[in-house]
């Protein structure tokens, strides 16, 4: 009699043992939905679109004044620059075409780029209402292809005597070279902050990004990220200068920061009260094995 209950009981104990140790697997199975590898995705394509709008813009600027666009892009042997409609009046719609070619070619910060990116922009660069239509032909940056729509409507001077305009991501989509891929979609608001009075140099340029995005991560996850702290963009700098992101994969979110203002590809996280570092800009995507 004894020894059943015994075994009744070594049964319920070994089974609450168990049935903890399965809670406990599941929860850290959830908490590594957002990792480290994911959020330093997230932060890696917002850097690159970032970038990709400062390469295009400054073309835009150099055309608006005249000065010559193929110098304007820190003395890169390529791309060619092409502007169509150029002799048109300022306020007709032009193309401008920067062309890397069809094989990779090393840019001035050393990145490998190849293929075309077109601006289709109406009106001139500073006018209220100006809008600029982006696509991409063939185009990658040290082999991750992007393809998309961006759509940036000029909407002149805020309360702030500062050049606003708003940016709206068409379903962008980043492949790296494993085939892994990453979507974006949704609308930014960027305030020309600084450097807006000497346009014939565009590396004094600083400029500060609100907004909110969605998509799909390499791990096939709904993602979200909201920029709580305006994100500082500076034409001189490849990566993102400072500024803070409520990113949330599935039902779990979490806070991360690109830094101090230092111009390098350093960032962090917190959780639980402790601080993650991260870093950013590899220009591939990862799965995160379990």
Known sequence: MWTKIFLGWAFLIISGIISCSTSEEDM??????TNSVNIEENAMVNCILEDLLCEVEKNVIATDYGTKSKDNTKRDSIPVIKVSGDNEPPTSTKTISINYGSSNHTDHLGRLKRGQIHNEISGRYMTNQTLQSIHFEEFCINDLK???RIEITSNGFNEFDQLSFTISYDNIVFTSSNGLQYSISGTKTKEWIDGYSTPENPWDDQFLVS???HGINSENREYHSKIS????????????????TEFQVENESVFYSFGDRMCD??????RNGKTNNFEFGRYSFRKITQ
Do not use: A, D
């Open 28 to 33: 850290n199975m959830e908490i590594q939905i």
């Open 146 to 148: 992007i393809e998309g």
């Open 211 to 213: 907004g909110e995005c």
């Open 229 to 244: 702290t305006p994100l500082l963009i500076s034409r001189s700098c490849e990566f993102i200068l400072s500024g803070e």
């Open 265 to 270: 590809n350093k960032g962090y996280y917190i």
